[in-house]
């Protein structure tokens, strides 16, 4: 992919460090004065794509920037600056009312009851019952950024961990990578939906249209992933996206087949009804549990973790219904008038 | 990850499905035995889930409970 566009000063000086080689000098003043002046972080647009741009140097990289750059010590900092900053607001954000002692049981136990399913009208029933055709491609969009390179931010870990939740941990991705054939990893399976709605499944391709919402979930697991002092939150964080996703999956797959999608194109979501019903009882109790009995002092990180998951998955759920209730696309506006995606007139969602 | 030979591991779940990992097969009772789909499967004990025999996740909808079991030594 190459480098999206800028969405503000901070981005746009981290834009001229990673195209022309600028210095970071000012990219450091000004993510400074940005920090001073911005409240939350997790819907600022141009923090997020410059933390989105600042990771995705350490994942698959831009065409367009020197892979050097990756451990430049002045983009470092700077991405250290953001994350510390990000890092305070979830801790503050986020509320764990469950205090587990660090055993298996009852650490898998406070996961179970954190992520236990809500009754009554939700996000994914929304997508079961009532998304039209527009709404499942925004939907596609939003998810394209983690989805098609699913697992990688949580396969930072492995060699963090030792012994059981280590072993967890690497049977978990070895059923996300496709237990050894590239045409069932989760990620090329969410590329097969994606072309089977008519969009392009390069990653990346639609970054410029997400909100800052939509990154700060991304951008938050590759904080998790990246620091091995995050390792529990990393591992709290799995456990949190497995055990909500078999029941919300088999929803999205019915949505897409009310709408007449066929089955290749929703393999993707009945693929993982299944692998996350397995998926949620290792990272539960091996990866998560196992982790905060060998180590105790990790077990308020594994539950921040997970609580985080929660809380970025209902931020972001409350964006898209809330521009869904509205008639409006989740969309960022910018792109929009831009004319790259179909857009309708107001008042054409009744979801 | 490569299948076990040998052993199989049977892991009952509290609250949920039975995890069965190792080198073993799913025969159907009168029909072909079922593919797995992957090397560590959930099966469904609470009888309510859709993709039987394998657990879809309904046992945390409805609230199953495996409390009064005895504890499987370790
Ligand atoms: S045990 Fe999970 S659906 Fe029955």
């Not at chain 1, 898998?108 to 939700?122: E, K, Q, S, V």
């Not at chain 1, 978990?172 to 054939?181: K, L, M, P």
């Not at chain 1, 290749?264 to 949620?280: G, K, Q, R, S």
């Not at chain 1, 077990?299 to 929660?310: E, K, N, Q, R």
Request: charge should be negative.
């Amino acid at each position: 992919m190459h480098l999206p566009p800028s969405r503000g000063a901070v981005s746009a000086a981290l834009a001229s460090c990673l195209l022309h080689g600028d210095e970071p000098d000012a990219l450091n003043d000004l993510v400074e004065a940005a920090l001073v002046l911005v409240d939350d972080l997790i819907a600022d647009d141009d923090i997020q794509i410059s933390l989105f741009m600042l990771y995705e140097l350490h994942y698959g990289g831009f065409d367009d920037v020197d892979d050097a750059l990756e451990w430049n010590p002045d983009l470092l900092r700077a991405r250290a600056r953001i994350e510390a900053r990000l890092e305070e607001q979830l801790r503050s954000a986020v509320s764990v009312t469950e205090h587990p002692l660090p055993t298996v049981d009852a650490v898998a136990g406070a996961l179970f009851r954190m992520t236990a399913p809500t009754a009554g009208p939700g996000f994914s029933r929304h997508v079961a019952k009532k998304a039209d055709e527009q709404q499942l491609r925004e939907l596609l969009l939003h998810r394209s950024i983690y989805q098609l390179k699913e697992a990688d931010p949580h396969t930072w870990a492995i060699p963090r961990l030792r012994g059981v939740p280590k072993a967890a941990l690497v049977e978990v991705q070895c059923d996300e990578y496709g237990n050894g054939r590239p045409e069932l990893m989760h990620s090329a399976l969410f590329a097969q939906t994606m072309r089977g709605l008519g969009l392009n499944d390069d990653y990346g391709h639609y970054v410029d249209q997400l909100p800052a919402v939509t990154l700060a979930s991304l951008n938050t697991m590759s904080m998790f992933g990246l620091h091995r002092r995050l390792r529990g939150a990393i591992a709290g964080h799995l456990a949190a996206i497995e055990m909500t996703s078999s029941i919300p999956n088999r929803l999205y797959g019915d949505g897409f087949r009310r709408l007449g999608h066929d089955s290749a194109t929703t393999l993707y979501f009945d693929e993982h009804v299944e692998a996350d019903a397995v998926h949620e009882q290792i990272a539960g109790r091996d990866l998560a549990g196992a982790l905060a009995a060998a180590s105790p002092e990790l077990l308020d990180d594994i539950l921040f973790g997970a609580a985080s998951c929660l809380l970025l998955d209902e931020l972001t759920a409350q964006h898209l219904l809330s521009a869904w209730r509205n008639g409006e696309s989740s969309l960022r506006q910018a792109e929009r008038s831009r004319g790259t995606t179909r857009t309708r007139a107001p008042g054409h969602y009744h979801g | 990850m490569a299948e076990h030979t040998g052993d199989v591991e049977i892991v009952p779940c509290p609250d949920g499905p039975v995890l069965v990992r190792g080198s073993f097969a799913i025969v159907g009772a009168t029909g072909p035995s079922v593919d797995r789909g992957r090397p560590t499967v959930a099966l469904c004990r609470c009888g309510l889930s859709q993709r039987k025999p394998f657990c879809d996740g309904t046992h945390r909808i409805t609230g199953f409970r495996t409390d009064d079991e005895p504890t499987p030594l370790s």
